[in-house]
């Protein structure tokens, strides 16, 4: 039973436009949200987080956004680049359980095209 | 800073041989993990750690055994490989519950 979901296994965005990922969520005790990048070859790096005391997050060309009420978050990055091409995973975890355990998307694989 | 170190990077075994996938970290981590990542499936957690002597199991434990004596390394071990559990695997830290978690490279394996 996934309780992190992304829908879209690849998204395919020209150089300079936005990207759009996204990712649902069914548990509700859900508190803390992350997104991880991962090249071939390599382990994920993480690249942003929220809180659900907030609905935005920004950190230079990404942007996480959090509905709470739709069990909801999305990852934009504006503009995107070549080098954004990556698998992202979405991540989500309840930080008042005491064993501390992150659940993963299946993923979502960006390219970027020039 | 090395960071979390996992080894080897590469392995082929045998059907019903056994190994021990190491990770080290030196950030003082008390929470580790083990994930495997195969195609469509994302990463999937095995088996967790939340400081030293205690462990748990994730959603994918079959097959693996884990322990954690000291606060830097946590093995995975493979008591008799299947060619099921051919993938690569992911150990991971982090310091506390509310701070991202730091990844290693990987091992890629492959069971035939």
């Known amino acids: 039973d996934q309780q992190v979901k992304q829908n879209s296994p690849s998204l395919s965005v020209q150089e300079g436009r936005i990207s759009i990922l996204n990712c649902d969520y069914t548990?509700?005790?859900?508190?803390?949200f992350l997104w991880y990048k991962k090249y071939p070859a390599e382990g994920p790096t993480f690249l942003i987080s929220?809180?659900?005391?907030?609905d935005k997050n920004e950190d230079g060309r990404f942007t996480v956004f959090l509905n709470k009420s739709a069990k909801h978050l999305s990852l934009h990055i504006v503009p995107s680049q070549p080098g954004d091409s990556a698998v992202y995973f979405c991540?989500?975890?309840?930080?008042?359980?005491?064993?501390?355990?992150?659940?993963f998307g299946r993923g979502t694989q960006l390219t970027v095209w020039p | 800073n090395a960071g979390v170190t996992q080894t080897p990077k590469f392995q082929v075994l045998k059907t019903g041989q056994s190994m021990t996938l190491q990770c080290a970290q030196d950030?003082?981590?008390?929470?580790m993990s083990w994930y495997r990542q195969d195609p469509g499936m994302g990463l999937r957690l095995i088996h967790y750690?939340?400081?030293?002597?205690?462990?748990d199991q994730g959603e994918v434990p079959n097959g693996y055994n884990v322990s954690r004596s000291t606060t830097e390394d946590f093995p995975l071990r493979l008591l008799s490989a299947a060619p099921s559990q051919t993938s690569v695997y992911f150990c991971?830290?982090?310091?506390?519950?509310?701070?991202?978690?730091?990844f290693g490279d990987g091992t890629r394996l492959s069971i035939l």
């Open positions: 991540a989500a975890h309840d930080r008042g359980s005491t064993l501390g355990r992150l659940y």
């Open positions: 750690s939340v400081g030293a002597g205690i462990t």
């Open positions: 929220i809180s659900s005391i907030k």
């Open positions: 950030m003082n981590h008390e929470y």
């Open positions: 991971a830290s982090r310091r506390s519950n509310n701070q991202p978690q730091h």
């Open positions: 548990n509700s005790m859900f508190d803390y």
